[in-house]
């Protein structure tokens, strides 16, 4: 018996499944950073972002997430790779059917979101861990890396704000249609639930990007 | 009606196909798409310019699935819920410019200028689009009691016709609208739930490999399915594949 991975449906519940991981993480994410404008000091988004780096059940997830990333990186490439041969020859009046817009784009996003994930792992996770990029601080008695300051460091340059904003904007696009999509393809379709869970994707991919954006745009001007 | 029309020739499978213009005079805007296209052949014929230009057709009336143009960036046309042969002329304006295309899609080989070869669907039907019955005497026909709802969900699945404008329309040339159509009309039927695990497993097996691309939830099929069959067969499809192969 073949396994589920041969089957094109089995490699789209993986990457719905991890996509809705990465839905969830980005809420603890988007949580996390926000201490960084609503509260006085960074302590608070140091303890969080320490504590994201050393609790054991953390780690747990932090393996998931990698994993995730690299499955739905893997199977969104393999996929979409099959897709454009499936079509060697292209019509000559490009397809005018009543679709989603942002579905038709969402390898092109997917491509910002990739190349802004690499930059992102290199500027806060790489340097902060391997590379001795952060200072240290100690904050109730305990010595930890000082990634508040990075980060209130990195966001007052405003090419790195750019980047930032565009890749969010990618995100957002992504998500528009990845989020009501994913259900779709775990199977749940239905009459009453199915418009919930657009809205709710609506209300998702215009409120945590925008979350995520304010910071940059509050370091920024609070420092210039 | 007074009509250009850019139409796709190609002498045969492994020729270099390109456009040809053709001007057509006084159409009726009551004449079908295809009548449309039958004053054109027979203009063809009569000045002699070219051979006629080949398309497929057989009912006439949107049943059998054989007709099917990509017309102006549409499958089947500018209407909806339509097929190719129903479309009517009035649905255009004297002086247009129509550009009409075959189905493009790497399981689908053009034969000739518009025909392409859909036999593709077939091998998914005899990968498991069946019921395998046992032919007896006739059975009663309440023996097996199918309650309204599923009955009416299997009926709308059925009425696919396997024209293929879902393969036509999607970015990606999937074959999911086709193939959830035909595993959902039968995975609501107790006659179908005895192969269901098999059937759904060996459809979208062969569809993988015969090279359709995959879904990924655009919805330009329904949009142009001349059936209007629902995406949410292929939510059935998928909730079919996951029980078979994880329950
Ligand atoms: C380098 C990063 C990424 C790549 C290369 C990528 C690639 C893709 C591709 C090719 C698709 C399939 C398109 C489709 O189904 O229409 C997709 C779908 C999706 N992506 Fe991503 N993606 C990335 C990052 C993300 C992130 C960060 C999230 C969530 C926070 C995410 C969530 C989703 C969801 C929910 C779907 C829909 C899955 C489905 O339709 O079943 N993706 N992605
Ligand atoms: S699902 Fe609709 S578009 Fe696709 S083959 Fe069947 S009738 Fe044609
Ligand atoms: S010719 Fe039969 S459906 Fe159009």
Same mark, same amino acid.
């Given at each position: 018996?073949?396994?589920?991975?041969?089957?094109?449906?089995?490699?789209?519940?993986?990457?719905?499944?991890?996509?809705?991981?990465?839905?969830?993480?980005?809420?603890?994410?988007?949580?996390?950073?926000?201490?960084?404008?609503?509260?006085?000091? /960074?302590?608070?988004?140091?303890?969080?972002?320490?504590?994201?780096?050393?609790?054991?059940?953390?780690?747990?997830?932090?393996? /998931?997430?990698?994993?995730?990333?690299?499955?739905?990186?893997?199977?969104?490439?393999?996929?979409?790779?099959?897709?454009?041969?499936?079509?060697?020859?292209?019509?000559?009046?490009?397809?005018?059917?009543?679709?989603?817009?942002?579905?038709?784009?969402?390898?092109? /996003?997917?491509?910002?979101?990739?190349?802004?994930?690499?930059?992102?792992?290199?500027?806060?996770?790489?340097?902060?861990?391997?590379?001795?990029?952060?200072?240290?601080?100690?904050?109730?008695?305990?010595?930890?890396?000082?990634?508040?300051?990075?980060?209130?460091?990195?966001?007052?340059?405003?090419?790195?704000?750019?980047?930032?904003?565009?890749?969010?904007?990618?995100?957002?696009?992504?998500?528009?249609?990845?989020?009501?999509?994913?259900?779709?393809?775990?199977?749940?379709?239905?009459?009453?639930?199915?418009?919930?869970?657009?809205?709710?994707?609506?209300?998702?991919?215009?409120?945590?990007?925008?979350?995520?954006?304010?910071?940059?745009?509050?370091?920024?001007?609070?420092?210039? | 009606?007074?009509?250009?029309?850019?139409?796709?020739?190609?002498?045969?499978?492994?020729?270099?196909?390109?456009?040809?213009?053709?001007?057509?005079?006084?159409?009726?805007?009551?004449?079908?798409?295809?009548?449309?296209?039958?004053?054109?052949?027979?203009?063809?014929?009569?000045?002699?310019?070219?051979? $006629?230009?080949?398309?497929?057709?057989?009912?006439?009336?949107?049943?059998?699935?054989?007709?099917?143009?990509?017309?102006?960036?549409?499958? #089947?046309? $500018?209407?909806?819920?339509?097929?190719?042969?129903?479309? #009517?002329?009035?649905?255009?304006?004297?002086?247009?410019?129509?550009?009409?295309?075959?189905?493009?899609?790497?399981?689908?080989?053009?034969?000739?200028?518009?025909?392409?070869?859909?036999?593709?669907?077939?091998?998914?039907?005899?990968?498991?689009?069946?019921?395998?019955?046992?032919?007896?005497?006739?059975?009663?026909?309440?023996?097996? $009691?199918?309650?309204?709802?599923?009955?009416?969900?299997?009926?709308?699945?059925?009425? %696919?016709?396997?024209?293929?404008?879902?393969?036509?329309?999607?970015?990606?040339?999937?074959?999911?609208?086709?193939?959830?159509?035909?595993?959902?009309?039968?995975?609501?039927?107790?006659?179908?739930?005895?192969?269901?695990?098999?059937?759904?497993?060996?459809?979208?097996?062969?569809?993988?490999?015969?090279?359709?691309?995959? %879904?990924?939830?655009?919805?330009?099929?329904?949009?142009?399915? $001349?059936?209007?069959?629902?995406?949410?067969?292929?939510?059935?499809?998928?909730?079919?594949?996951?029980?078979?192969?994880?329950?």
């Amino acid at each position: 018996m073949s396994n589920i991975f041969s089957f094109s449906v089995g490699k789209k519940l993986i990457m719905s499944l991890m996509g809705l991981f990465l839905i969830a993480f980005l809420v603890v994410h988007l949580g996390i950073n926000l201490t960084l404008i609503f509260c006085d000091t /960074t302590d608070n988004f140091n303890i969080a972002a320490n504590f994201m780096g050393t609790n054991i059940v953390v780690k747990v997830m932090e393996i /998931t997430l990698f994993g995730g990333f690299f499955l739905h990186i893997i199977y969104g490439l393999i996929l979409s790779i099959q897709n454009m041969i499936a079509r060697p020859v292209n019509y000559k009046v490009a397809n005018n059917s009543q679709t989603s817009f942002f579905s038709k784009y969402m390898f092109h /996003t997917a491509v910002i979101i990739g190349i802004f994930l690499v930059l992102h792992l290199f500027d806060f996770y790489i340097k902060a861990k391997f590379l001795h990029g952060a200072e240290s601080v100690i904050i109730n008695g305990e010595e930890m890396h000082d990634l508040g300051a990075l980060v209130i460091e990195r966001f007052q340059i405003l090419w790195v704000d750019i980047v930032y904003i565009v890749a969010l904007l990618g995100l957002a696009f992504h998500l528009h249609h990845g989020f009501q999509s994913a259900f779709q393809t775990i199977g749940l379709n239905h009459p009453v639930y199915t418009p919930i869970v657009k809205g709710l994707g609506l209300a998702y991919t215009i409120l945590v990007p925008l979350g995520f954006i304010l910071i940059p745009v509050i370091i920024y001007i609070q420092h210039s | 009606m007074d009509l250009t029309l850019k139409i796709w020739r190609q002498e045969n499978a492994k020729a270099k196909g390109k456009f040809e213009t053709y001007k057509v005079k006084d159409i009726s805007p009551d004449s079908s798409f295809l009548e449309m296209l039958d004053v054109l052949n027979q203009q063809l014929i009569e000045d002699n310019v070219a051979v $006629p230009v080949c398309f497929d057709h057989d009912c006439r009336e949107g049943i059998c699935g054989m007709c099917g143009l990509y017309i102006n960036g549409r499958p #089947h046309g $500018p209407d909806t819920a339509v097929t190719t042969c129903q479309l #009517h002329m009035r649905k255009f304006n004297d002086g247009d410019t129509i550009v009409i295309e075959p189905w493009r899609a790497k399981p689908f080989p053009i034969i000739k200028d518009l025909v392409v070869d859909r036999s593709a669907f077939d091998k998914i039907i005899e990968a498991g689009g069946y019921v395998s019955v046992n032919t007896g005497g006739i059975p009663d026909a309440n023996a097996i $009691p199918i309650p309204k709802k599923d009955a009416d969900i299997s009926m709308d699945a059925a009425a %696919c016709i396997g024209c293929g404008a879902c393969v036509a329309s999607c970015k990606n040339a999937s074959a999911m609208l086709f193939v959830a159509a035909k595993v959902s009309q039968f995975a609501h039927l107790p006659q179908g739930k005895v192969e269901a695990k098999d059937r759904v497993k060996n459809m979208i097996a062969k569809m993988d490999e015969l090279g359709f691309g995959n %879904c990924t939830n655009t919805g330009a099929c329904e949009a142009e399915c $001349p059936k209007e069959i629902s995406l949410t067969h292929i939510a059935k499809l998928n909730r079919e594949f996951f029980a078979a192969k994880i329950l």
